[in-house]
């Protein structure tokens, strides 16, 4: 199984070439605003490294979110386009999954936050075992002490928003908080690999016209609407 893999949902952008559960080529550097203008080159120069073109990719893998809004929006548009060009299905996966994944070898509770703006994050908890993360319950969108009232004991941190809430986050009394290695606050190629081995076996995929981004929002992006006064003019 060759895997392409793109995600454009952080400030960081990571791109990939996975064969079954390992990583091949990885390019994954911080280019915050040029994603749009650099993704189709950096694909290209990924796979050309692995002397590999489009007919020996069997799949293609996508951050669906959450993450920053127009990051989403590029990553899983040019996964559709690839997809429909080069005829191959989408592995769709979550951020929080992701970076959780990231974390599996801590053998704790683990939190992944993601900053959402709005002076709320994006969360999940999940359970680690023996080579196996689990989430627990569902996806979370709130303020940080919303966050920190579901959790006690010790619990391992990472995600971007733990720039804005780590000083919180410490002050909790009823946790024993652990801050993952920084480097590993956002989606990997390492996480990619682990989790779309076992969705290929599966055959769990999406076609491009069924893949979406992951809004936890219920109105991501409003528009105001112009009043009479504003008609009239």
């Given at each position: ?93 979550c951020s929080l999954d992701l970076i959780a994944e990231g974390q599996s ?129």
């Amino acid at each position: 199984m060759h895997c392409l893999v793109i995600d454009t949902t952080s400030k960081f952008l990571c791109i990939a070439v996975i064969k079954d559960d390992k990583i091949l080529r990885q390019y994954n550097k911080v280019h915050e605003r040029q994603h749009s203008v650099l993704l189709l080159s950096k694909i290209e120069k990924v796979l050309n490294s692995c002397s590999l073109s489009a007919v020996d990719i069997d799949c293609l893998a996508v951050d669906i979110g959450p993450g920053s809004f127009t990051g989403l929006r590029i990553g899983i548009a040019t996964a559709k386009g690839l997809s429909l060009s080069w005829d191959k299905p989408i592995i769709g996966l979550c951020s929080l999954d992701l970076i959780a994944e990231g974390q599996s070898d801590s053998g704790d509770i683990i939190c992944p936050v993601i900053d959402a703006k709005r002076q709320q994050v994006y969360s999940a908890i999940y359970t680690c075992r023996p080579n196996k993360v689990k989430r627990k319950g569902a996806y979370f969108l709130g303020p940080i002490d919303e966050l920190l009232k579901k959790l006690k004991g010790k619990v391992v941190f990472c995600g971007d928003a733990l720039f804005l809430y780590r000083d919180k986050i410490k002050a909790h009394k009823a946790i024993q908080p652990v801050l993952g290695q920084e480097q590993l606050w956002f989606p990997t190629a390492a996480s990619f690999s682990k989790l779309c081995h076992g969705m290929f076996k599966k055959k769990d995929f999406k076609t491009a016209s069924r893949i979406a981004p992951m809004y936890l929002y219920q109105n991501t992006c409003t528009v105001k609407k112009k009043s009479k006064t504003e008609k009239g003019k």
